[in-house]
């Protein structure tokens, strides 16, 4: 662990130097930059049970997982639903609240709930857990694009759950609708609740499209970007993708947004480290990575906000705790939600 955690933070002051950034600069970075909130996305939709037995499943998983990732030092946790008994994604509302309820109970994390469901489902069946819940922070994504998940099946080869090989296979076919209308109507029916976002951009296109809407004021600053990096069918995980991203966003947005990055798989701490590096926020989880290292897998989401923790507090920055992030992102407070 420690040697990899060396090796993340030399990556991450490489960046900054082949940017043309030299240690002054960089430390003056995270200094400005305050606290660095870190989200956890706990499940997701992506990954199959049968991928690791450390994917939360049932509600009582799920609960356990937000807590324990707060505990570790989240202060949002991002949250989807499952089948307990398959494990398949459910964006039914009554799927989310067992967990919704004790989590609320126990921790003051701020929660994160997606409207991005499953690329299988309608914007209609996305929005609902999120328009009844009422969350602090629902995920927004910010356009149509092809969602690749069959290289999966050259890794794995044996399934417990039958949806689970025609899932990935799926997705040969798979275009993940985002229309303007779609993200309209997400709009329109979650900005009545004083849900904010968190702007899920996969490619450049999608901060262009988020910039028309907050442009005709469907949306207001501060702006909760998270710009996704490694995902077939989105940009991918080159430091030079992250460059791109950051400076499209700064010139889009100027000083009305907080950038935070998602790493995909086995990018997921390496991205972590260079936006870490460039004053940015983090995302993990076992949505977005099974790992904990090469060929080790995480064994808990716990265990990802640490290593991020661990990383962030390297270079010298600190972590935002769920009232900071609170403060930082202009959300409603954890006492108008609808759980």
Not at 89 to 104: G, S
Not at 158 to 182: I, T
Not at 301 to 310: D, G, H, M, P
């Amino acid at each position: 662990m420690a040697e990899r955690m060396r090796t993340l933070v030399e990556l991450a002051w490489e960046v900054g130097q082949c940017a043309g950034l030299g240690d002054e600069t960089l430390w003056g970075i995270m200094k400005k930059s305050g606290k660095t909130i870190i989200t956890c996305a706990v499940t997701g939709a992506i990954h199959t049970p049968s991928m690791s037995p450390h994917l939360p499943v049932t509600a009582e998983e799920i609960a356990d997982a937000a807590i324990g990732a707060a505990e570790a030092g989240a202060s949002i946790v991002h949250l989807h639903a499952r089948n307990p008994e398959t494990g398949q994604p459910d964006q039914t509302p009554e799927a989310f609240e067992p967990f919704l309820r004790v989590i609320r109970q126990r921790s003051n994390v701020v929660v994160n709930l997606t409207t991005g469901g499953s690329p299988y489902m309608s914007v209609e069946e996305r929005v609902k857990p999120a328009a009844t819940w009422q969350p602090e922070v629902a995920s927004m994504n910010m356009g149509s694009m092809n969602f690749g998940l069959f290289q999966m099946l050259n890794r794995y080869k044996e399934f417990e759950h039958d949806w689970e090989r025609d899932f990935l296979e799926g997705s040969w076919d798979l275009v993940f609708r985002n229309s303007y209308k779609d993200i309209r109507y997400a709009f329109e029916t979650l900005n009545r609740t004083g849900t904010r976002f968190e702007f899920e951009c996969y490619d450049t296109a999608h901060l262009y499209n988020l910039h028309y809407f907050y442009r005709e004021g469907f949306v207001e600053g501060p702006l909760f970007i998270q710009t996704v990096f490694g995902l077939m069918g989105g940009i991918g995980a080159h430091e030079d993708d992250v460059w791109h991203m950051k400076r499209t966003a700064d010139r889009l947005f100027g000083d009305d947004y907080v950038w935070s990055v998602l790493g995909a798989g086995a990018s997921q701490m390496r991205i972590a480290a260079m936006a870490a590096a460039m004053g940015g926020n983090v995302r993990v989880g076992l949505e977005d990575s099974l790992w904990a290292g090469p060929k080790r897998l995480a064994q808990s989401n716990a265990e990802q906000v640490e290593i991020a923790k661990t990383l962030i507090e390297s270079l010298g920055g600190s972590v935002a705790t769920p009232d900071e992030a609170r403060e930082i992102l202009n959300l409603k407070g954890g006492d108008r939600v609808a759980f």
